[in-house]
């Protein structure tokens, strides 16, 4: 019998339609996009095209695109740009549950003389805008950097309030969103939420991996970390994958189609599986905000039995049948607590058992069933064994 794959946080399988494209342009005789032959011309047009069709579903202009090689690429052409074009005196500020690409970041950066600042998060997740705007002037931020929506406990940020307090310091932060895993799961809204770069990845939502792209509104500078021939505005690098990136623009157009409809099935099919759940293991803890707020993602919930190690859950379900992550999955190759659940107050036994399910594109009623079989037959002995 298939696996039943609930791990789309980590990546999501590609779309049919998706890989349909890739393979068709695989075949295309692209030759290197700089190149002034034929095969290079068609390649520089495969980008131009793919360029306009990301912009235009993200409601911005085809100039303020730059295409890289993933959210973590992207997020570190921002926070280190930002941080290379406002000088070392001026320092970054993040919250204490962001993904390790921004909190890396942060760490170079801070190598390199930037003062750093980590925001602490309430029990649900959630950064107080003023805590932001109360660092950011401490440090004399050049940029902010704030996750639209976590990984790991799906919490979704009042974004356009952090932008703002942030924004009214003096000397004024660029602010940077982490949007990689809001994307195709809540609306993405650049303009309403006041912001001046923001970081997205194909690979979450059914596009190829290894592409991701930076949206840098226009009239921002940076100093962009890596140097060499020039593409992409001069702000990263590198010969370009044309067809990849065509790819991604297709994911992309397809992901921000289906958002509300695919988020509606995901957050009746996450109540079942966690209703289910409740009623056979009631001290089963669910991490982040509770599941009738709507600031969270609708596809992702975090689970935690005190005393189960969350590594060893999942290896045990994955033998079951199910393949969903401990915590988040960059994370999951080590022992170490999570950063996040900590960071929510949960001590270091609790951090270590959290369980994350995350729903996406191919996720049927029938997988949620299975899924919810399959937690229960191997939940219901550890828990007995503890
Ligand atoms: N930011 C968040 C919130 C993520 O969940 C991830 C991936 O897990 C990344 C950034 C990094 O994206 P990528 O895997 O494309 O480098």
């Given amino acids: 019998m298939r696996a039943v794959y609930l791990d789309h946080n980590a990546t999501s399988p590609l779309l049919p339609a998706v890989r349909a494209h890739l393979v068709e342009l695989l075949d295309a005789d692209l030759g290197n996009p700089s190149s002034l032959h034929e095969s290079g011309r068609r390649a520089r047009h495969v980008i131009d095209v793919a360029r306009e069709r990301v912009a235009a579903a993200l409601g911005v202009h085809e100039t303020e695109i730059v295409f890289t090689a993933g959210g973590t690429e992207s997020i570190q052409l921002a926070l280190l740009g930002a941080a290379n074009a406002a000088g070392r005196t001026r320092g970054l500020v993040a919250s204490r549950i962001e993904h390790s690409a921004v909190l890396g970041a942060l760490e170079v950066a801070a190598a390199l003389g930037h003062p750093t600042e980590l925001v602490p998060v309430d029990a649900h997740g959630f950064v107080d805008p003023a805590e932001i705007a109360r660092a ?26 952090i932008a703002a307090a942030a924004r009214a310091c003096a000397p004024r932060p660029l602010v940077h969103c982490d949007a990689v895993q809001a994307l195709g799961r809540v609306p993405v809204e650049l303009a309403r939420w006041g912001i001046d770069l923001a970081s997205f990845s194909a690979h979450k939502l059914g596009g190829p991996s290894g592409v991701g792209w930076l949206w840098v509104r226009r009239g921002v500078a940076l100093a962009p970390p890596m140097r060499g021939g020039g593409q992409e505005h001069g702000l990263r690098p590198g010969t370009e994958p044309a067809a990849l990136w065509s790819a991604a623009a297709l994911a992309l157009e397809l992901t921000v189609r289906e958002q509300s409809a695919a988020a509606a099935r995901w957050s009746a099919q996450c109540r079942r599986i966690h209703a289910a759940l409740a ?56 022992a170490a607590p999570s950063h996040v659940l900590q960071a929510l107050g949960l001590d270091e036994n609790r951090a270590r058992g959290g369980l994350r399910v995350s729903l996406g594109w191919n996720t049927s009623d029938e997988d949620c069933k299975r899924a919810v079989e399959i937690l229960r037959s191997v939940l219901s002995p550890l828990r007995a064994s503890r």
Wanted: proline letters at 6%.
């Fill in 279 to 334: 009623s056979e293991l009631p001290e089963l803890a669910l991490h982040g905000p509770p599941l009738d707020d709507a600031r969270r993602l609708p596809n992702t919930l975090s689970l935690g039995l005190a005393g189960v190690d969350g590594k060893i859950l999942v290896t045990k379900l994955d033998l079951a049948g199910l393949r969903a992550s401990a915590g988040s999955a960059c994370a999951s190759g080590s």
């Fill in 136 to 161: 950011a002037a401490r440090c004399a931020a050049g940029a902010v950097s704030i996750q639209v929506a976590n990984n790991e406990i799906g919490t979704v940020q009042p974004t356009a309030a």
